[in-house]
């Protein structure tokens, strides 16, 4: 590279006295020696004007390339990076111009390819997505929409681009939440639908990203699902109950078939009987009361609840196994009161429960800690552990004699209504469980 930069001087300086050698020799000869020139100022002259149209050949020479720089600048600003600068011999300083615009070109060459590559793979994955994907710019007018979205609106590209939202009314996507449950009836069908919305910027516009996903196939699976699941539940503790009575009932009916006199023991026989189908009865309408509770579940009434204190409220509400509580940093939720007390009742029950089948003594310790904006509630036992972790939170489910299989999941319900998140796993450092309740504290 030193020697090329050293050669292309050379030339540069050979031509430079090139331009400049005719009139200097001219004069030199005229001063130096007076009489080998017949008409001296005649031969000046006319080096003089070699000399001027030496420079004006070079001037043009410059001219030429500069126009060809200014040619290839040209086609690279319209997009065409085929073109390229001759290097050839001229001016050093332009042939390292003409170098470095072919080294452009073919950088912006490669740029464009890797551009047109790049869009051509994300074209081709969202359009075999089963997912609507639009765009909109600034002024709510739809940039881009796959193939997904395209046949949900029932319409063509050509004529979709550049409509406004709200023609084709998709103004909703725009406003709310998000993400959020999108239930309205919309010209993509009628969902329900996941909506997600971000920003970007595409040529330094600002624009829109929406996602829309149509979980009707998945919800309408999962609450076939929950159906059989809750089917089955509730037909194998409504038969524990209706079992029991069928037969008692036709025992009695059978017992007062016989003729008089009655046998000893009739009337207690009877009031036994009686007192099962009641028993029963009884024990059927708590299972389907505590199944519409949780039906009727309502919102969140949020208001400022001092963890400190909730837990120290009803900690003392458990009589039947001492608990501990680890008091963590101050927080202050955005939260139901009501509701959490109820999650925290149902956890101290679940866990005293649990002592108490284990057969031995055992205490229940409560703390709270915080971390990434979100603070997290243990409760812990010193029971046997878990026996099924896998049907927790089933709706229904229980190993509890008497239980009704609904604590967990009230729980989990309300803990999620409140953007938490609850987990019970068995504990690592001995024998029992802890429970972790998740929510995010105020921004």
Excluded at 108 to 127: P, S
Excluded at 141 to 157: C, P, S
Excluded at 294 to 314: F, I
Excluded at 374 to 381: M, Y
Aim: charged content about 25%; glycine content about 10%.
């Amino acid at each position: 590279m030193i020697g090329r930069g050293l050669g292309r001087e050379a030339l540069d300086l050979a031509r430079t006295l090139a331009v400049a050698a005719p009139p200097a020799l001219a004069l030199g000869v005229a001063i130096l020696r007076p009489g080998a020139l017949e008409h001296p100022g005649l031969a000046v002259g006319g080096a003089l004007a070699a000399s001027v149209m030496l420079a004006l050949a070079r001037r043009a020479r410059v001219e030429r390339r500069l126009r060809t720089a200014t040619s290839v600048l040209a086609s690279y600003r319209e997009g065409d990076f085929s073109i390229r600068a001759r290097a050839d011999n001229a001016e050093p300083a332009l042939l390292d111009l003409h170098e470095e615009l072919n080294q452009l070109g073919d950088t912006l060459r490669e740029n464009r390819l890797g551009a047109v590559e790049a869009w051509a793979l994300l074209r081709k994955v969202m359009g075999e997505i089963d997912v609507v994907v639009l765009a909109f710019d600034e002024g709510g007018r739809l940039r881009l929409a796959n193939d997904a979205a395209l046949r949900a609106l029932g319409t063509t590209e050509a004529k979709a681009i550049a409509a406004p939202a709200a023609e084709l009314g998709l103004a909703p996507l725009l406003e709310g939440d998000a993400p959020r449950a999108v239930r309205e009836e919309l010209p993509l069908g009628p969902g329900p639908w996941e909506l997600r919305r971000g920003a970007f910027r595409l040529s330094g516009e600002p624009h829109v990203l929406v996602v829309l996903s149509d979980v009707s196939s998945a919800l309408r699976e999962n609450e076939r699902e929950a159906f059989r699941r809750l089917i089955r539940v509730m037909g194998h503790e409504i038969n524990n109950s209706l079992g029991p009575i069928h037969s008692l009932a036709e025992s009695l009916l059978a017992r007062l078939a016989e003729a008089p006199p009655r046998p000893e023991g009739f009337e207690r026989d009877l009031g036994d009987a009686l007192g099962v189908i009641a028993r029963r009865s009884d024990a059927l309408g708590r299972f389907m009361a505590s199944y519409a509770r949780l039906a009727r579940l309502p919102a969140p009434n949020l208001g400022s609840v001092d963890l400190a204190e909730l837990v120290a409220k009803v900690a003392p509400l458990e009589p039947r196994v001492p608990v501990t509580v680890a008091a963590g940093p101050a927080v202050t939720l955005r939260a139901d009161a009501d509701q959490l007390e109820q999650v925290l009742i149902n956890l101290l029950k679940n866990g005293a429960d649990a002592i108490a089948g284990a057969g031995r003594p055992g205490t229940l310790r409560v703390g709270w800690t915080t971390s990434d904006r979100a603070v997290v509630l243990t409760v812990e036992d010193d029971g046997p552990g878990l026996g099924d972790p896998a049907n927790l939170f089933v709706p229904l489910f229980t190993t509890k004699p008497g239980g009704t299989g609904i604590g967990l999941v009230l729980c989990r319900s309300i803990v999620e209504a409140h953007g938490g998140r609850i987990t019970l796993e068995p504990r690592k450092d001995g024998p029992g469980a802890i429970a972790r309740v998740r929510l995010p504290l105020p921004s």
